[in-house]
């Protein structure tokens, strides 16, 4: 399969994950949304490291997991907090950070 279409099916992943994070209101899907990003960077990386026949690509990859890994973890663990004591995830009515 050409690079492009691999590059091309990144691309529309990245716009639904983009489109995701500006429209949706809940926080979980703008976490889900933001993964879906991340996921269409990883494409991207393989498509490329493959191409190449290099391993940097790859390497790139693990990177990313390891970044996603982490934003879940403390993205979830907020939510769960925010949840217990607002008893809403919708970023509209949240405003913690207004004095």
């Given at each position: 399969?050409?690079?492009?279409?691999?590059?091309?099916?990144?691309?529309?992943?990245?716009?639904i994950?983009?489109?995701?994070?500006?429209?949706?209101?809940?926080?979980?899907?703008?976490?889900?949304?933001?993964?879906?990003?991340?996921n269409?960077?990883?494409?991207?990386?393989?498509?490329?490291?493959?191409?190449?026949?290099?391993?940097?690509?790859?390497?790139?990859?693990?990177?990313?997991?390891?970044?996603?890994?982490?934003?879940?973890?403390?993205g979830?663990?907020?939510?769960?907090?925010?949840?217990?004591?607002?008893?809403?995830?919708?970023?509209?009515?949240?405003?913690?950070?207004?004095?």
């Open positions: 399969m050409p690079l492009a279409h691999y590059l091309i099916l990144s691309a529309i992943l990245f716009a994950g983009v489109a995701g994070v500006l429209l949706r209101r809940n926080a979980i899907v703008i976490f889900m949304s933001i993964e879906l990003m991340l269409a960077v990883n494409v991207t990386f393989v498509a490329f490291a493959a191409h190449h026949g290099s391993l940097e690509g790859q390497i790139f990859v693990f990177f990313v997991m390891v970044v996603a890994a982490a934003e879940v973890a403390v979830l663990a907020l939510m769960v907090a925010i949840f217990r004591l607002r008893a809403t995830v919708f970023v509209d009515e949240l405003n913690l950070m207004k004095w």
